[in-house]
């Protein structure tokens, strides 16, 4: 499994609490660029249309040699998953806090696959927490490296 893109954010400003796997419905050379690595999902988010998943504002950069150059790079793409679970994921973002978020794009059997995760979002204090524990752990892990 090669991971062509990662989103570090998510895991910061939110608690993912259940990950899927998606495929990602693409075009042309769109699948050439992406195992290219010229794909950014810092803005991308996932929402739901006419009970269909999308991910939103995924930034995939024109690939040089291409026969159709004018896509257009930040387009709409459909997410597909089984109904069960998009159905559920859809349930869940109505409650109150949920939202679902772009973690990765990675390459899986030589298809290009999404991992999305259920997320609540984190509060300030949350954040700094965080950030605490991974400081600590990596105090502790230099302490051991030493001996």
Do not use: C, W
């Amino acid at each position: 499994m090669k991971i062509l893109a990662n989103n570090k954010r998510t895991r910061h400003d939110y608690f993912l609490e259940k990950k899927y796997e998606a495929g990602i419905e693409l075009k042309g050379a769109e699948v050439k660029s992406i195992k290219a690595g010229k794909v950014s999902i810092k803005e991308a988010h996932v929402g739901d249309y006419k009970g269909e998943l999308y991910i939103y504002d995924m930034h995939v950069t024109n690939f040089e040699n291409a026969y159709d150059r004018n896509m257009d790079p930040v387009r709409t793409r459909k997410l597909l998953m089984h109904r069960k679970e998009i159905d559920s994921l859809i349930g869940k973002k109505t409650q109150a806090g949920y939202t679902i978020v772009v973690n990765s794009i990675y390459l899986k059997d030589n298809l290009i696959k999404a991992e999305i995760a259920l997320a609540k979002g984190k509060k300030l204090h949350d954040k700094r927490e965080s950030l605490k524990k991974k400081d600590d752990q990596r105090k502790i892990d230099r302490a051991l490296k030493q001996y």
